[in-house]
């Protein structure tokens, strides 16, 4: 039952976000279009910040690169997916993007794709040789993360008028090569 009903908030967010800016949309409303009461959503979500993290994060997950279980195999086709589906779902980005305040990434609170960063770095890990150092791994993703972030924000805030496979390929070439330079960078400096 509770999976039920944090796939039916997810649901009811997802539609209130393409008719609505995030700003506007509150737990009450929320709430009542969704046919729970707050205690239900508390229940599954400390805040209407939280339950954002929680739907971004369902939907970059899905574009996870670099295991066996992942729906894409290059950063390329990541890119490329993820951003053709921010494009399809134009409405919607806008109305995060346009509520969100720079602030609220800055701190770190919107950091839901580094997962998906992270899988990339520790598959491209596996083919170095040596031992490559945890705290190695989290700048990298770090880095990388912050890049990738930086340029989807530029792609939003020109009108997601860029070509998309061409920003996909730059993005890819930047990120892999960052990702093993660095990774090669670590193993010989010790």
């Not at 997802?14 to 008719?19: D, I, N, P, V, W």
């Not at 930047?174 to 010989?188: D, F, G, K, W």
């Amino acid at each position: 039952m509770a999976l039920g009903t944090r796939n039916a908030i997810l649901n009811t967010f997802a539609e209130m976000l393409h008719k609505m800016p995030f700003s506007e949309i509150t737990v009450t409303a929320l709430v009542k279009n969704c046919g729970i009461s707050p205690n239900t959503f508390y229940y599954h979500y400390e805040d209407i910040y939280a339950l954002l993290n929680d739907f971004i994060g369902g939907f970059v997950s899905y574009f996870a690169v670099g295991d066996k279980d992942s729906n894409y195999q290059s950063t390329y086709d990541s890119i490329c997916a993820l951003l053709t589906a921010f494009k399809e779902n134009e409405q919607s980005v806008y109305h995060i993007v346009d509520s969100i305040s720079m602030n609220f990434i800055a701190r770190g609170s919107l950091e839901v794709g580094k997962d998906a960063i992270r899988s990339h770095v520790i598959y491209a890990a596996k083919s170095i040789e040596g031992e490559v150092p945890q705290h190695a791994i989290d700048a990298i993703v770090d880095y990388c993360y912050y890049a990738i972030v930086g340029n989807i924000i530029r792609f939003c805030w020109q009108h997601m008028n860029a070509d998309i496979e061409s920003t996909a390929r730059q993005l890819d070439v930047l990120t892999t090569a960052t990702i093993n330079e660095s990774l090669r960078a670590v193993t010989n400096s010790k």
